[in-house]
């Protein structure tokens, strides 16, 4: 089975997506994901001038040796448009190989190893009663496990609150991404946001009491100290994790929150390959491994990092929010429900524009999703409906502290 056509795909129905489609000299089609966001182009060019024609002829069955020769071929390892490439053509020969077997995807992958994959959504709001509102109705649609962001008194705009102020330009499902020209620039006090913080769960905490699973997201914008110190201080009110607490490249910092606080931990979602992991699983420094398929070389590459992590009882966090496609949802989701050490799955719900364009199968019930009984990843892309949604420049904000300095968010 030869692969005779790669179709590079950027459509904006809602925000902007990449999908490489794949056919078959047999007539078969597999989709991948090569979205990463604010850099879309990137990608696109770069599977479009360098990838595409390197695939015309290849045995479409030969997944691992695909992965390896456009990992390796290349010289210019990792990275995020490089992994994100790779992921793509990974996906999209897992969606073909499983359509020639006529089975689900995760029938490939060992088939399943439970009935469903519980899911957590995103609540925020500026203030705490905005913040309540946004979890009752998160409750509404079935989650029983809810991230919780919120604004920051003194601050405007706050990263993962979607009803921040949209200054620059509009935002676009739940993520402050907007079409402008240049990034907007947002301010940030994270003595402020230490102090806020437990306030807010404690205020959670009484309102819709100790069963609801609650995680926060730190946005890489502490110092390991100070994230310890946060750590410790949301101890009290019961955490799945807490996510990015600091910035993990330097993966020995994680030592020193570690030491400090038994808050879980998650890491991961702008990792690109196991060499980011490898200290942190090996000392056991996380709890959670949060990347991406669509951003981690695919299906194949990171089946093998949460197997490796597996034997450390660390278990699966896949990032999910809208800037993965449908496409990308649904490659989680197959890998989610084959592996043993499945934690949790993040799920932004996407837009009608981009559900128009991406015909899915997946279920989502009672706080958990399925990806469904289809061959393949269970997702079709609709021509049609994409040609009416053209790319739209957008960028993610760039963070200030007070002082002018640009800081991590």
Request: proline share 4%; hydrophobic share 40%.
């Amino acid at each position: 089975m030869k692969i005779e056509k790669v179709e590079v795909l950027v459509s904006s129905p809602d925000r902007n997506f990449v999908t490489l489609r794949i056919t078959t000299d047999d007539g078969l089609v597999g989709l991948g994901d090569g979205t990463l966001n604010g850099r879309e182009l990137a990608v696109a060019s770069y599977l479009e001038n360098h990838v595409a024609a390197l695939l015309i002829g290849r045995d479409a069955h030969q997944i691992e040796d695909t992965w390896q020769y456009l990992y390796r071929g290349a010289y210019w390892r990792r990275g995020p448009v490089t992994m994100a490439a790779i992921a793509a053509v990974d996906v999209a020969l897992w969606d073909i190989k499983a359509k020639a077997a006529n089975m689900p995807l995760y029938q490939l992958l060992g088939g399943a190893s439970r009935t469903g994959v519980r899911a957590y959504g995103h609540a925020s709001g500026l203030d705490v009663p905005e913040l309540f509102d946004s979890i009752r109705k998160h409750q509404a649609l079935g989650y029983k496990a809810i991230r919780i962001q919120t604004g920051v008194p003194g601050l405007g705009s706050v990263y993962g609150v979607a009803s921040s102020p949209t200054v620059g330009g509009k935002r676009y499902d739940y993520e402050p991404a907007r079409r402008t020209a240049l990034p907007v620039e947002e301010t940030w006090d994270t003595a402020a946001y230490l102090r806020h913080v437990p306030t807010v769960f404690e205020a959670v905490r009484n309102e819709f009491g100790p069963e609801l699973t609650l995680l926060h997201d730190g946005h890489h914008r502490m110092t390991p100290i100070q994230a310890a110190k946060l750590g410790k201080s949301l101890e009290p009110y019961d955490l799945f994790w807490l996510e990015d607490c600091t910035p993990a490249e330097n993966q020995e910092a994680l030592r020193l929150v570690r030491q400090h606080t038994v808050t879980p931990l998650a890491i991961g979602e702008i990792f690109n390959t196991v060499w980011d992991y490898q200290t942190l699983i090996t000392e056991q420094l996380i709890d959670y491994v949060r990347s991406a398929v669509t951003h981690t070389g695919g299906i194949s590459a990171l089946k093998k990092i949460l197997e490796f992590a597996a034997q450390y009882q660390i278990k699966s966090g896949i990032h999910g929010p809208t800037d993965i496609s449908p496409v990308g949802m649904a490659a989680a989701m197959h890998l989610d429900l084959a592996i043993h050490n499945f934690g949790i799955q993040e799920y932004m719900q996407h837009g009608d524009a981009t559900n128009e364009v991406f015909i899915q199968s997946f279920s989502f019930e009672d706080g958990y999703l399925h990806p469904g009984e289809q061959a393949g990843l269970g997702v079709t892309y609709n021509d049609e409906a994409a040609s009416k949604f053209e790319y739209q420049g957008a960028y993610l904000p760039v963070n200030r502290l007070k002082d002018g300095t640009v800081h991590d968010w």
